[in-house]
């Protein structure tokens, strides 16, 4: 009986904590932020100004004098950050004593936890494209003219970003992918030559990376858009955008069976019988357990500048 008297904490060991912890979180993040965590109960702060004083030099007077000039401290605002959750998901007791199928708790991890990646990468995208979350200054635009093609659109949107940083990375929607892919097959018989536009963007210091996948039915970016950010900056040290996580407590993670010195998300089972509902009216126990995730996060982008967002459609 002891062996069984703490079985959901052995199956949320099974369960674990992120699949890698060497990439504790998704490509696309890891390609456009600089990674933050705060420890339990740490507060984080980000510029709530950008810095406006000119550049300038003085000469040194005949007589060696010193000119002062004074530098105003740029005002601060705490980062708050949003918890976020998966569905509460059961599985029932029966159904696994019944089963030659021992991942299913696997399976479900790997869900939940790519379900919170997709959700991570969405904030971040649809933030940028809101031009929400920014210190002060709008996250710059691409526009359309008259004429312009898909080329047209990211070489405007890299003129945009190329005096704040180099080495960039290109977000891409579906859409504005295969118009790249499909670039000299398309403009062909108007150019006259072969012209690879995937190669030529490389040359350019520009990471293609297409932006695919549903988050409750929704594309994580709209198929027709892309953005254009600076990864290194030539103004401020790392990449243009902040992602925060904060880390689990030791003591909660131990319960998880997850590493206590680097846990930032948590895949908890409930231990049965769990309650389950799809109503107001219907509520009830059921002999199962309940499988779910959650963490805390943030983003900031404290260089705006580097970034440059386009909606295509007129050039698809």
């Excluded at 904060?246 to 131990?254: G, T």
Aim: glycine residues 6%.
């Amino acid at each position: 009986m002891d062996k069984y008297s703490n079985a959901h904490l052995e199956i949320a060991k099974m369960i674990g904590e992120p699949i890698n912890y060497a990439l504790p979180v998704p490509v696309e993040i890891a390609a456009i932020a600089d990674i933050v965590t705060l420890e339990p109960g740490e507060f984080g702060y980000r510029f709530s100004a950008t810095e406006t004083t000119a550049d300038y030099i003085l000469t040194v007077s005949a007589g060696g004098k010193i000119t002062p000039i004074e530098a105003s401290v740029v005002a601060t605002t705490a980062i708050s950050l949003t918890g976020y959750q998966s569905k509460l998901e059961w599985i029932e007791v029966n159904d696994i004593l019944g089963s030659p199928d021992l991942q299913i708790f696997a399976r479900r991890k790997e869900a939940i936890a790519r379900s919170l990646d997709k959700n991570e990468i969405k904030t971040v995208l649809d933030g940028i494209l809101a031009s929400t979350n920014t210190p002060s200054v709008n996250v710059q635009e691409a526009s359309y003219a008259s004429g312009d093609d898909i080329y047209d659109l990211i070489m405007k949107a890299k003129q945009k970003v190329e005096d704040y940083g180099d080495k960039y990375v290109l977000l891409c929607g579906s859409a504005v992918k295969n118009a790249i892919d499909t670039y000299d097959k398309d403009k062909g018989s108007t150019l006259h030559f072969d012209f690879r536009l995937e190669s030529r963007l490389n040359e350019m210091g520009i990471e293609v990376m297409k932006i695919f996948g549903l988050l409750d039915s929704t594309a994580l970016l709209n198929t027709n858009k892309f953005i254009l950010l600076a990864k290194n900056s030539r103004h401020a040290e790392g990449k243009p955008v902040k992602f925060v996580r904060r880390r689990i407590s030791a003591d909660i993670a131990k319960l998880m069976g997850a590493d206590v010195d680097k846990a930032q998300r948590a895949l908890i089972v409930n231990p049965t019988p769990v309650v389950h509902a799809t109503g107001a009216a219907d509520a009830e126990l059921k002999l199962a357990f309940g499988v779910y995730g959650y963490e805390q996060a943030a983003f900031v982008i404290p260089q705006p500048k580097s970034i440059c967002f386009c909606d295509a459609s007129s050039a698809l």
